[in-house]
């Protein structure tokens, strides 16, 4: 029943241009389709009340369908002087995939 599910569900994924690495860890999502631009986003000024908040870019992110924009945020870091390193499209053979942002 499970590898039946689990074929049905990589049929229909490579049906609609995406397909599934091996390995449920590792699983990732390859989007056959390239990501549009960035939107040129207007960065707010920093909140008064949270001076060592980081901005986090937004970013497009694939839905199933189509790729659907993201907002970016201030957001908290983890620790003091964290940075942050964005996430990205990476194209990897026959399609892209998203690679997430991290704090260093």
Do not use: F
């Amino acid at each position: 029943m499970k590898k039946r599910l689990l074929s049905t569900v990589c049929g229909m994924a490579i049906g609609v241009g995406l397909a599934l690495t091996p390995g449920i860890a590792d699983a990732q999502v390859v989007v056959r389709i390239g990501p549009p631009p960035p939107v040129h986003e207007r960065i707010p000024p920093r909140p008064h009340e949270h001076p060592d908040w980081a901005w986090q870019a937004g970013y497009h992110r694939w839905d199933g369908n189509r790729y659907v924009w993201v907002p970016g945020a201030y957001v908290p870091p983890p620790r003091p002087h964290a940075v942050w390193t964005p996430g990205r499209w990476d194209h990897r053979g026959n399609g892209y995939v998203w690679v997430e942002g991290r704090w260093r």
